[in-house]
């Protein structure tokens, strides 16, 4: 089992610093408000660039696809050059990312701005995560910059369509990317005044043969459960990528058995206090990354919100997130951290009962209980989840432990957005296929590609065609698809609760 933390000869003082602690918290708060930013735009993406809903998918999983595929190379680095410098570049990466989305004229501008977005999240993260273990030694500090660089995870995934709907409100699609752009400036300044330096902490060559194996394997990965909901789950193309990630990654097993400083630790994956959080933290971003991404469209969508008052109707998980990490932080001494993971994921599948309840006539007040319920989670199993996960790393491995944890729960919100996309997509266009025949063939296909595309079909036909009652039968096809998803959620919330109290069972890993 891998030794506990231990304190860098550059010992520091035990005072706490808020220079450090803002800049790391608002470097996560950025990562997550852009994994949101974009929810809130779908509507607006859609008919600016008419896209369709596997376009759509992408543009909000390109900056998650690169993020999963390169955050384990992001972490390996901090450790081997240094995390101030390593973040410095991430920062950097992500702002010029941000550029080439903000002046993007087409979907595939679009996705690859988002894409090197996504690969600066991937260097920034685990980079910021080590900072703060370094610089926060004892317990309780420790714990509070924790609750704090998480709670601001959760802020930034909640205020993500707020800020995406005032600046839709007022500007153009794009000024959502050229927002980013600016937060990321802005943290970048602040890091090179108050992040202090320090020296990498682990020697030797860089592993680009690993790094080139791990890149590979999750971007074949996390490619294939995106295109899964187009391909079909039973595709050649889906079980070729599949196919693809699990010989990378067993070429990658095999070889870094050999090494003692490959960019891989598999010692980690056989630790419950470090696999089980980071297991419990994944099915967390798979249901509210999910959720999020029919959500906002319902909002707009069904009960006519504009991005702007949608993304006021997220807030409340906001508030939700760090109401749930103050409980993880008073519980955490009093309780088994197995119990605590359980009421997070408890309060997850709950919401998505209420999820399940939906209809075009639910209004606003199932939403709100499902937010809730949601950022309590999210606020409760994160901060349990990052204490344990940090505090199980030798000082020497945080950049690459962090990196390996966060790509399960980036993974876990790629295949979230998957697969309630799947179940949405199959329902809705089952229901059109079927209820859509006043309309000329060509209308069909279109109207069954996404919500915002079937709106648009009906707005063309007006009066003719039936389309009132197409209308209708519209909404009650997305909430119908809507409340398939919740299944899915349910189903993971359950298995995830039973995995964590039964493998954090024993005296010696339930405390952690």
């Not at 070889?255 to 967390?284: C, N, W, Y």
């Not at 008073?330 to 209809?359: D, F």
């Amino acid at each position: 089992m891998p030794t506990p933390p231990q304190r860098l000869a550059s010992d520091r003082s035990d005072h706490l610093r808020f220079g450090p602690l803002l800049v790391l918290c608002l470097t996560f708060f950025l990562i997550a408000l852009d994994n949101t930013i974009v929810v809130v735009a779908i509507p607006s993406l859609a008919r600016a660039l008419s896209a369709s809903t596997s376009a759509l998918q992408w543009i909000t999983d390109a900056y998650t696809t690169t993020f999963a595929a390169m955050i384990i190379i992001g972490g390996y680095t901090a450790d081997r050059r240094g995390r101030r410098p390593t973040l410095i570049f991430a920062l950097v990466l992500f702002f010029f990312g941000s550029l080439i989305a903000t002046v993007a004229s087409t979907v595939g501008v679009v996705i690859a701005g988002r894409a090197v977005m996504g690969v600066g999240a991937a260097f920034a993260i685990p980079s910021s995560l080590s900072m703060l273990v370094d610089i926060f030694h004892s317990g309780t500090q420790r714990e509070t910059a924790i609750a704090g660089w998480t709670a601001s995870a959760g802020v930034g995934v909640a205020a993500g369509p707020l800020v995406g709907g005032v600046l839709l409100d007022h500007f153009w699609w794009g000024s959502i990317f050229l927002a980013s752009g600016a937060v990321a400036l802005a943290v970048l300044v602040a890091a090179l005044i108050f992040l202090p330096s320090n020296t990498p902490t682990r020697v030797g060559g860089f592993d680009f043969v690993g790094s080139v194996l791990t890149l590979g394997s999750l971007l074949a990965l996390v490619s294939a459960i995106i295109e899964a909901p187009t391909w079909g789950w039973t595709s050649l193309r889906f079980a070729g990528l599949v196919l693809v990630a699990i010989v990378f990654a067993g070429v990658l097993a095999v070889r870094e058995r050999r090494s003692q400083e490959g960019i891989l630790r598999l010692d980690l994956i056989k630790v419950p206090t470090f696999s089980i959080p980071s297991l419990a933290m994944g099915i967390v971003y798979f249901v509210i990354f999910g959720y999020l991404f029919l959500a906002t469209q319902y909002l707009q969508e069904i009960l006519g919100e504009s991005p702007l008052n949608a993304g006021l109707h997220v807030l409340p998980a906001a508030a939700a997130v760090v109401v749930g990490s103050g409980i993880s932080r008073a519980l955490g001494a009093k309780v088994q951290a197995r119990y605590l993971y359980a009421l997070g994921l408890t309060s997850l599948a709950l919401a998505c009962g209420i999820m399940h309840s939906l209809s075009p006539t639910s209004g606003y007040g199932n939403i709100f209980v499902t937010l809730i319920g949601g950022g309590l989670a999210m606020g409760i199993v994160l901060t349990r989840g990052t204490e344990s996960v940090m505090g199980t790393l030798a000082i020497r491995d945080t950049g690459i432990g962090a990196g390996i944890n966060v790509s399960v729960m980036e993974i876990g919100g790629a295949f979230g957005v998957a697969v309630f996309g799947t179940l949405f997509n199959e329902t809705f266009r089952s229901y059109g296929h079927q209820h859509f025949t006043t309309l000329p063939p060509n209308a069909i296909v279109l109207a069954t590609r996404s919500l915002a595309a079937a709106l648009g079909v009906l707005a063309r036909f007006a009066n003719a065609h039936g389309a009132g009652a197409l209308l209708s039968g519209v909404h009650r096809a997305f909430t119908d698809g809507f409340t398939t998803a919740a299944y899915a959620g349910i189903t993971i919330c359950i298995v995830g609760i039973v995995t964590v109290v039964i493998a954090l069972r024993s005296s010696r890993t339930q405390q952690a």
